[in-house]
């Protein structure tokens, strides 16, 4: 249905990463920015498994790590942002 739509997702916590979720169970590329310190939602409270809502919100989405603050990284994030059909941020 979204085939061919890009979507990059800045995203954190629980509304926005649920929105993108759809976005890309309906076929569109969804690319999860986070920081090297990853989304908060990775954190489970076991220390050997990844966190149950960032698995239930981030399936079908691809990943990348960016620090925002390093110039290279930031102008992939900007040719990122060029490349989008649709930029999604929540913090």
């Known amino acids: 249905m979204l085939e061919g ?3 990059i997702d800045f995203s954190q916590y629980l ?3 649920h929105t993108t979720l ?4 309906l076929g569109a ?5 986070e920081s090297p310190t990853g989304d ?3 954190v489970s ?3 050997e498994t990844m966190g149950f809502v960032f698995q239930a919100q981030n399936r079908n989405k691809k990943s ?3 620090n ?4 290279t990284d930031r102008q992939t994030a900007l040719e990122l942002i060029a490349s989008a059909d649709i930029v999604i941020e929540s913090y």
């Open 5 to 7: 739509m890009r979507v």
């Open 15 to 17: 509304p926005a990463p």
């Open 22 to 25: 759809r976005l890309a169970d």
């Open 29 to 33: 590329e969804v690319i999860k920015v």
């Open 40 to 42: 908060p939602s990775r």
């Open 45 to 47: 409270y076991r220390k």
């Open 64 to 66: 990348i790590v960016l």
């Open 68 to 71: 925002l603050k390093e110039p």
